[in-house]
């Protein structure tokens, strides 16, 4: 048995993935890092409980890589608009309430912890959405959203 020291030079990119070969790491950043700096996150409650009105059921944590580097917010309301076809629900059949709340920008880390709110005693569920026209390894299956043109 032999031992041998070998000494190879890796290269980092910003978020910490190594390459050997420094064109890949070079391409990765200019390719895949600038498409995650665009992405923006998003908290939204829905799913109301319609028989007593106490609050939402499921916690949707949406991310969105939009087409241009503004209107992120407005395709997570279109995906919203699509997805409960209205914004009004109603407690028990008299009272209204929201089917969705306007969405809230939040970090990458709370996307990424997605953590559930409670409905009284019950914990309420969390999905999270990903918007976005192209696949990203670490997101859920995109989902993209059009428009009227």
Same mark, same amino acid.
């Given at each position: 048995? +032999? *031992?041998? +020291?070998?000494?190879?030079?890796?290269?980092?990119?910003?978020?910490?993935?190594?390459?050997?070969?420094? =064109?890949?790491?070079?391409?990765?950043?200019?390719?895949?890092?600038?498409?995650?700096k665009? %992405? +923006?996150?998003?908290?939204?409650?829905?799913? $109301?409980?319609?028989?007593? #009105?106490?609050?939402?059921?499921?916690?949707?944590?949406?991310?969105?890589? $939009?087409?241009e580097?503004?209107?992120?917010?407005?395709?997570?309301?279109?995906?919203?608009?699509?997805?409960f =076809? *209205?914004?009004?629900?109603?407690?028990? #059949?008299?009272?209204?309430?929201?089917?969705?709340?306007? $969405?809230?920008? %939040?970090? +990458?880390?709370?996307?990424?912890?997605?953590? /559930?709110?409670?409905?009284?005693?019950? /914990?309420? *569920?969390?999905?999270?959405?990903?918007?976005?026209? *192209? =696949?990203?390894?670490?997101?859920?299956e $995109?989902?993209?959203?059009? #428009?009227? =043109?």
């Amino acid at each position: 048995m +032999k *031992t041998v +020291k070998v000494q190879r030079t890796i290269f980092r990119a910003d978020d910490g993935k190594e390459f050997i070969a420094e =064109k890949e790491c070079r391409d990765y950043e200019e390719k895949f890092l600038d498409l995650i700096k665009r %992405i +923006k996150y998003y908290r939204t409650s829905c799913s $109301p409980d319609c028989t007593e #009105g106490r609050g939402w059921h499921k916690t949707l944590y949406i991310a969105v890589l $939009p087409e241009e580097y503004k209107n992120a917010l407005y395709y997570g309301l279109e995906y919203l608009i699509q997805r409960f =076809k *209205t914004c009004l629900a109603y407690v028990q #059949g008299c009272s209204m309430i929201e089917e969705f709340c306007i $969405p809230t920008e %939040i970090t +990458k880390e709370l996307y990424d912890e997605a953590r /559930p709110g409670r409905i009284g005693d019950y /914990p309420a *569920t969390v999905e999270k959405i990903f918007i976005s026209q *192209t =696949k990203i390894d670490g997101f859920c299956e $995109p989902v993209w959203i059009k #428009g009227k =043109k």
